[in-house]
């Protein structure tokens, strides 16, 4: 099963995320099939690709909370 979910990297205090589209038996940083977009928690900044996204969600792969939440975010920021 697919999931969309967040690939951590940046510094030690400073998180950083890649929002991937990942098997869900592999390790959080594992080798992704696909990456979407990114997030920033300290800035609060986001982008993902989100015509990625719901093709990606058509296709059978599930969003973790946290992915679900940005992209509603997202989707309202563009909405306005």
């Known amino acids: 099963m697919l999931k969309i979910r ?3 990297f940046g510094r ?3 998180p950083s995320y890649r929002v991937i ?10 080798r ?3 990456e979407i977009g ?3 928690p300290i800035t609060n900044k986001s982008q993902i690709n989100l015509k990625k996204a719901t093709i990606r969600i058509h296709q059978g792969a599930q969003a ?3 992915v679900q939440q940005i992209i509603k975010q997202l989707e309202e920021k563009n909405d306005q």
Do not use: A
């Open 64 to 66: 973790t909370k946290k």
């Open 6 to 8: 967040l690939k951590r």
């Open 32 to 34: 992704p099939i696909e």
């Open 21 to 30: 589209v990942i098997d869900s038996k592999k390790p959080r940083d594992g």
């Open 38 to 40: 990114f997030y920033n």
């Open 12 to 14: 030690k205090k400073q």
